[in-house]
């Protein structure tokens, strides 16, 4: 007599099936994301002609000939979708400082690349608009500043690796990797997108030459004044005048006189007569 198996014995899946089920998961991630990117390329199109991000998520789906029940298929609303452009900028442009930073002789000059190329990619130019930035990114900064940060994720694990190797090179102090390449992102891209500081009666902007060399400060110290021990001079000091000899003769000990007694004095006198009458 066979003994029966307390639990039923499952039959694996035929290796077909897998295979057919893969496939079909494949086409339709693939299918998904051609549709994803026609709507993304669509909107973009939209800002480029606008000059802004002043559209309805109707013209995005009547440019990308697509349906509008596809589109909510794929994103909650316009918001999702301008996320979405604003995080793909971000991502393209990581990717692109990364591979032209690599060209640095050693860490500290590829951060210094970095921070030149961030810098530009964020300073405005005449007669170009990026409503993406300008617009969408400041507002999402005071409302979502949680996705802001997601966003610049790509871009912060790169200025980290950067600020780590200058560390281990021995080039730069940070205590804090992570946290310091964030305020020298922060210091380049909100720099370079601030109006001209005023020197004097004219606007003088602010360069990423300058940018460079305060963030190369903060890491490794240089351009920061010597330490002077010697004790700081008093006014009286600083505007007296002094003679020549006074500033290279050196200073006379003076020795206080003592005052004379009345026996001494007495003594003095009588020693005095006496020398009057020898004379005479």
Known sequence: MSAVPAEPV????????????????????????????????????LVADKGTTDF?????????????????????????????????????????????????????????????????????REGQQSPLFTDFAIQLLVTHPDQVATAHLPLLSFFTELVEEAVEAGQAVAPRPRRIASLIMQTAMFTAQAPAAPVGAHPSPISADE??????????????????STPAATPAEKTAPRSAAAKTAPAKKVTARKPATKKAAAKKATTSRGTDRGKA
Do not use: N
């Open 10 to 45: 499952e039959t694996p899946e035929p290796a077909w099936r897998q295979r057919a089920v893969e496939r079909s998961t494949r086409a339709a991630k693939l299918r998904a994301e051609q549709r994803v990117q026609r709507f993304l390329d669509a909107a973009q199109e």
């Open 56 to 124: 309805t998520v109707q013209e995005v789906v009547e440019r990308s000939r697509q349906s509008l029940r596809s589109f909510y298929q794929h994103f909650d609303g316009k918001h999702e979708l301008l996320l979405a452009l604003f995080e793909d900028a971000l991502s393209r442009s990581a990717t692109e400082i990364r591979e032209k930073s690599a060209e640095g002789r050693d860490p500290l000059d590829r951060l210094r690349i970095a921070v030149d190329l961030l810098y530009d990619s964020c300073r405005p």
């Open 211 to 228: 940018v460079w060399e305060f963030c190369l400060g903060g890491i490794t110290g240089v351009g920061r004044p010597p330490v002077d």
